[in-house]
Structures are given as C-alpha cells and as structure tokens.
C-alpha cells in the first residue's frame, strides 16, 4: 500500500510563501505523473500543478503560474511545491497524489490512484 504524507502547511499574510513536502513510501519513479490539488470550503478539488515522472515536465494551473514551482526527488521519494506571493484565494487543503499513468497536463482527481491526507494552508490579507 502506498502511503503519502504532506506537510509544510500553515497560515501567512498575503505575499508570503511556504513550501509543501510530500513524502511517498515506495518508489516515487514508478508512480506516474504525481501532482498537488487543492480544496477550498465548498469548492471542488482543483489541480494546481502536475509533474511527469522523469521531472522533466511540469504542469501549472493558469492561477498559480509564476508564483509555484512544482518538483520531484524520486531519489529521495518526494513531491514538492514551493509557493510564492500567496494570495487570500490560494487558501485551501492542498493534497499531494501520485499513481495516474496518462498526460500529466490532463489528469483529474479520479485519475489518481494514491492520495496524501492534506494540509491546510490559509493565508490572509
């Protein structure tokens, strides 16, 4: 079974910055495209950024381009998503998934197979 953990969450003004970690048990390398969805209250869980599994390619959602970079360790069996210039709107539970074997730029939730617990990032104005 394949177990994902995230963290990094937690609370900042608008325009600060916080890195999520996830960490994979098992082999990162054979898990597909992995990506980070979000939540927010009420809301649907949207993608916000995707990766393939050579790391060489990354996916970003039109409202989250230039401000978070997504990446990778498969040495290190992590997923990554740096965030910059937070704004109010990004609050919202962020999970880290793994296990979809198709396009990474067109995977929705159901395509993934594996799913962390989330973490909550809130950030204020």
């Known amino acids: 079974q394949v177990q994902l953990v995230e963290s990094g969450g937690g609370s900042v003004p608008s325009g600060g910055s916080l890195t999520l970690s996830c960490a994979v048990s098992?082999?990162?390398?054979?898990?597909?495209?992995m990506a980070w969805f979000r939540q927010p209250p009420g809301k649907e869980r949207e993608r916000v950024a995707s990766?393939?599994?050579?790391?060489?390619?990354?996916y970003y959602a039109d409202s989250v381009k230039t401000r978070f970079t997504i990446s990778r360790d498969n040495a290190k069996n992590t997923l990554y998503l740096q965030m910059d210039s937070l704004k109010p709107e990004d609050t919202a539970k962020y999970y880290c998934?793994?296990?979809?074997?198709?396009?990474?730029?067109?995977?929705?939730?159901?395509?993934?197979?594996?799913w962390g617990q989330g973490t909550q990032v809130t950030v204020s104005s």
């Open positions: 998934s793994a296990g979809f074997f198709g396009l990474c730029d067109l995977g929705t939730p159901s395509h993934y197979r594996y």
């Open positions: 098992g082999d990162t390398a054979r898990h597909g495209c």
């Open positions: 990766i393939s599994p050579s790391e060489s390619n990354t």
